[in-house]
């Protein structure tokens, strides 16, 4: 089915705001790029932060999604931490240019980071802290662990990799095979540090 005026100006406004940032691309850029009447942005979005706006919620909603995917699971807090690495790794993968805004927003933010992108990075922090807290209460992770710079360790474990995915596919080549095996043992790795040692 053909896409839509709106859906083509969405289309046409990721590629660009991820490449350039909202204040690098221009209205005319917009509507060239998809084919459609510069007017259908006002038309549709209010305008070019309309767009803008309405391109950060649709890449950084996934996230939302798989909180509270993830909070209907009657799972430990240990299977928890493998739910979450597995669908960052599935969202990154469905969402190519999420990476660009993601550093975009946090290298040069717009007015938009307050108002979007934080109350997401947000939940997704409040979530890993609960989720070690819970860890901790139970027995299944160390008690002198610092669940907000573990937090931090995890997303940044997750995220960067495939932020970084332009350039270590050069020396760490693959396709999805590849990501799974960066996932799997990336868990792994924190989990060994934050489970409690052997013997104690």
């Given at each position: 089915m053909e896409k839509d005026n709106k859906e083509k100006l969405i289309e046409a406004g990721e590629k660009l705001?991820?490449?350039?940032?909202?204040?690098?691309?221009?209205?005319?850029?917009?509507?060239?790029a998809a084919g459609t009447n510069s007017a259908l942005i006002s038309y549709y979005f209010g305008g070019k932060e309309g767009l803008y706006s309405t391109i950060l919620e649709t890449q950084f909603l996934p996230m939302v999604m798989m909180l509270d995917s993830m909070a209907e699971l009657k799972a430990s807090p240990k299977e928890k931490i493998i739910s979450y690495a597995k669908c960052v790794a599935r969202i990154h993968r469905k969402s190519p240019f999420l990476t660009k805004f993601l550093m975009g927003e946090l290298t040069n933010p717009s007015r938009f980071f307050e108002i979007i992108v934080r109350k997401y990075i947000e939940r997704v922090y409040r979530f890993l802290t609960e989720t070690l807290k819970e860890g901790i209460e139970r027995?299944?992770?160390?008690?002198?662990?610092?669940?907000?710079a573990a937090s931090l360790t995890l997303a940044g474990m997750m995220n960067f990799y495939f932020i970084a995915r332009p350039i270590s596919r050069h020396f760490a080549p693959g396709g999805p095979e590849q990501d799974d095996?960066?996932?799997e043992q990336a868990v792994e790795i924190f989990l060994n540090g934050v489970m409690p040692y052997a013997g104690k």
């Open positions: 705001f991820a490449q350039k940032g909202l204040t690098g691309v221009s209205i005319r850029e917009l509507s060239q027995g299944e992770f160390r008690p002198d662990i610092d669940v907000n095996s960066y996932v």
